[in-house]
């Protein structure tokens, strides 16, 4: 009988994921860019904890001694200006301005499938009630977020466990 699928929350954006058994490797986010991002701000903050540490002062204290060396040398074969020695200068580039925003001007305006826009409030806008319709979209519709296959209303919370099975597991209490 094939395992019914996991509903999970994605670590990093919340966002809620449903995977089928077959598709589930205990994921914990939602997709690649997550966990893309995720894994480049773990890196970040592992980065910022060695910088921290007495080992990591050192070696960024003699990354910057190296750095203005070669400033240095490429300065004076160039014949910079005065602010060479600054290295705390934070001043803006000249000439930097800003664009100015422009306000939002439009009255709530719906698109059809037509592509032609109308009021959202003219009574023509409004659609009538189908019953039908509405019970279908009240029916849950789960589908795997990798493979898209239909899964059963029914939802898992948790992992598969995998290995022995229940009656030869010795990890509860009789």
């Known amino acids: 009988m094939d395992r019914p699928a996991r509903l999970y929350l994605c670590v990093r954006c919340r966002a ?80 930097a301005g800003s664009a100015p925003l422009a306000a939002w001007t439009h009255d709530i305006i719906t698109v059809g499938v037509t592509g032609k826009a109308t009021d959202a409030t003219a009574p023509s806008a409004l659609q009538e009630f189908d019953p039908a319709a509405a019970r279908a979209m009240a029916t849950p519709c789960w589908t795997c977020r990798r493979c898209g296959a239909r899964q059963p209303a029914a939802l898992r919370l948790g992992f598969v466990r995998h290995g022995l099975p229940t009656r030869r597991r010795h990890d509860h209490s009789p």
């Open 16 to 95: 809620q994921v449903i995977l089928c058994s077959r598709c589930d490797r205990g994921n914990r986010y939602c997709g690649q860019a997550c966990w893309h991002q995720a894994r480049r701000q773990a890196r970040r903050e592992a980065a910022q904890r060695y910088q921290r540490s007495r080992s990591g002062r050192i070696a960024h204290a003699q990354r910057s001694r190296r750095w203005r060396q070669r400033r240095a040398a490429h300065d004076a074969a160039v014949g910079a200006g005065v602010d060479a020695q600054n290295v705390t200068h934070q001043g803006s580039q000249a000439g």
